[in-house]
């Protein structure tokens, strides 16, 4: 069974590099130095994620912390965003028919040596979100489509989870949650050009035609009058 014309954008790998990019400018501040605190996407889940460099088993700190993950967990579409599908948008001599909204949810994990270290990632996390933080993006670059959209941070990250006995400052982690508000385009439907046009002159009170002029990219070429 056809579901229609092939329709691939890159919209969910789009939205992975834009939630990506909103936490990639943390850091820890040491002395007189900033320590900046890697993010990397993740389709595991993010206790093997962290044990992949450490193969003997159990977590130790030769780890190399801070560090932040993530991973789409889920999209639902979004029928209270939802508009007239019958609508049609166009942009760069391209149309397509109405976006479809979508909503990204995505976990963000953190893992830090101690507990103040989260508490500085947690800041400044939370402080570009009230509860939400919007942007500005071009989704759709065939049609170069702005769009405004929001990032809802959904959990706060403060249930956290420490490794050891607590005195020792052990290693610990939290996982947020965030729901990005997108779009789904259909395929692009390219506008064709008119290259000629040809009009018929009747007299409708004798009957019949009176003439047809032709006219194309080159000029009018006009016919013979009866």
Do not use: C
């Not at 007189?32 to 093997?48: A, G, H, L, M, S």
Request: hydrophobic share 30%.
């Amino acid at each position: 069974m056809s579901i229609g014309t092939h329709s691939y954008n890159q919209s969910i790998r789009f939205y992975n590099a834009v939630f990506m990019e909103v936490f990639n400018d943390i850091y820890l501040k040491r002395l007189n130095k900033n320590i900046k605190v890697p993010i990397e996407w993740t389709d595991k889940r993010k206790e093997e994620v962290l044990k992949d460099e450490n193969p003997g088993g159990a977590y130790s700190k030769n780890i190399s912390l801070p560090r932040m993950s993530f991973r789409l967990t889920n999209m639902q579409f979004a029928a209270y965003r939802n508009k007239n599908k019958n609508l049609t948008i166009s942009g760069n001599g391209n149309s397509t028919f109405n976006r479809k909204p979508f909503d990204f949810t995505y976990d963000l994990h953190i893992k830090t040596k101690n507990m103040d270290d989260l508490y500085e990632i947690l800041e400044q996390i939370h402080i570009q979100f009230d509860p939400y933080l919007e942007l500005n993006v071009i989704d759709n670059e065939d049609m170069n489509i702005n769009s405004n959209i929001a990032i809802d941070m959904v959990t706060s990250g403060l249930d956290t989870l420490s490794e050891g006995i607590y005195a020792e400052e052990s290693n610990v982690e939290t996982t947020m949650t965030f729901t990005l508000k997108g779009y789904l385009y259909y395929g692009k439907q390219e506008s064709k050009v008119i290259k000629k046009i040809i009009l018929n002159y009747y007299d409708f009170d004798k009957g019949g035609k009176l003439t047809t002029d032709t006219i194309t990219e080159n000029g009018i070429d006009y016919g013979d009058w009866y």
